[in-house]
């Protein structure tokens, strides 16, 4: 069995630092001034459900929050000789702050994070069990040592098996004093309808680009390569861009679209040497990057068809004469829409019962350029 600080975080996505160590959120703006506002108004809820796209900073704004409220004085607290400090404009605080230590630690007294874990043999659960949640019974009878709020982020409360989900829905109905949990949510409609129903939303939208660049140069620590290619390709998803990165997407992309350029009539040099990559050794993970790219490239040659013009900003050279070429029209655009439709889940389904992945590779190719001929009849 692996170490217990051998293991890697299950919400942390590889390739970028902890929410929790993210000190800065870019392009969700509107979400946290509503928190702010209910705060600064006395109407702060107990449950917070925090939902949007994958990577668009929900984990982030979780943890930007509790570090906020184990900052600020305990509920009920006197104001004090010059009266109550102004309202707070932002969650901003100080990284030498000690609560901002103790949290970056999880050693802060006064929060709880609930998340998969591992089990006896150190692989990865794919559910938060019932006893995970009800941890937090014990968590909430400790009085606090300052008379101050206990926060609990719940990341993600879609992955609570119905148990988990059932123990936690017990503390939204009858929360304890001075408690508030955050929820996040990828899938919230995978949630129960009452644990939504007793929770505020906090909905964040896809990052636009510039704020995307912002938040992978803060993950990176530097700024990104071919940022215009990545805001394309991630629609978004600062976590699908660091997976990008990891996996040299943009670079896979141009090959992608190399490819369809030439459709119909694959050189099929090009495409032999894109599904050899499939399957070389320690090219765990290609196959997958490769679906969901070409799924990208069908997607967007669909958008093309049905809106008239490509979409923006270009995720390689070359592409709006590409995606014009191949989807002038609307019924292009249904054309290449089916395709996707059929072309990906066949794909996975056969990587599934272990088929060899370049052959699998090259078939996807072949039906594409089978598409091309077809509509250029």
């Known amino acids: 069995m692996a170490e217990p600080e051998t293991l890697p975080e299950l919400d942390r996505c590889e390739g ?6 993210t000190a800065r959120l870019f392009g969700q703006g509107v979400a946290e001034t509503a928190f702010l506002d209910a705060h600064a108004g006395g109407r702060l809820h107990h449950g917070w459900l925090i939902t949007g796209p994958r990577g668009g900073g929900k984990a982030t704004l979780a943890w930007r929050i509790a570090r906020f409220l ?16 102004p309202a707070p404009e932002n969650l901003d605080l100080p990284a030498a702050h000690p609560v901002a230590r103790q949290v970056a630690a999880l050693a802060h007294p006064g929060l709880r994070l609930i998340r998969r874990g591992h089990d006896d043999k150190g692989r990865a659960r794919q559910i938060i069990t019932v006893d995970d949640v009800r941890g937090l019974a014990g968590f909430f009878g400790l009085s606090s040592t300052d008379g101050g709020r206990r926060v609990v982020i719940v990341d993600a409360a879609d992955e609570m098996n119905p148990n988990a989900a059932n123990a936690l829905l017990k503390l939204l109905e009858e929360p304890p004093a001075d408690a508030v949990l955050l929820l996040i949510a990828h899938q919230p409609s ?39 290619a990545l805001a394309a390709l991630a629609a978004g998803s600062v976590g699908e861009a660091v997976r990008l990165i990891a996996g040299d997407g943009p670079a896979t992309y141009a090959q992608i679209l190399r490819l369809m350029a030439d459709m119909p009539g694959l050189p099929r040099p090009a495409l032999n040497a894109l ?5 070389a050794r320690g090219a765990d993970g290609r196959f997958d990057l490769l679906v969901r790219l070409a799924d990208l490239a069908l997607a ?54 272990n088929l060899d992945p370049a052959a699998l590779v090259v078939d996807m190719f072949l039906q594409m350029d089978e598409a091309a001929r077809s509509l250029a009849r």
């Open 16 to 21: 970028a630092p902890h929410p929790r160590h």
């Open 70 to 85: 184990l900052a600020q004085p305990a509920p009920g607290a006197e104001a004090g000789l010059f009266g109550a400090p």
């Open 190 to 228: 995978r949630l129960l309808p009452t644990i939504r129903s007793r929770c505020r939303v906090l909905r964040l939208g896809a990052l636009a680009p510039d704020a995307m660049t912002a938040a992978l140069e803060q993950a990176l620590g530097e700024p990104p390569q071919q940022p215009d």
């Open 275 to 279: 599904a050899d990559s499939a399957a």
């Open 300 to 353: 967007r040659l669909a958008t093309t068809g049905a809106t008239g013009r490509p979409p923006t900003p270009a995720a390689a050279e070359g592409e709006a004469d590409a995606l014009m070429r191949l989807a002038p029209d609307a019924q292009a655009a249904r054309h290449w829409a089916g395709l996707a439709s059929r072309l990906g889940a066949r794909a996975r389904a056969a990587r599934a019962v």
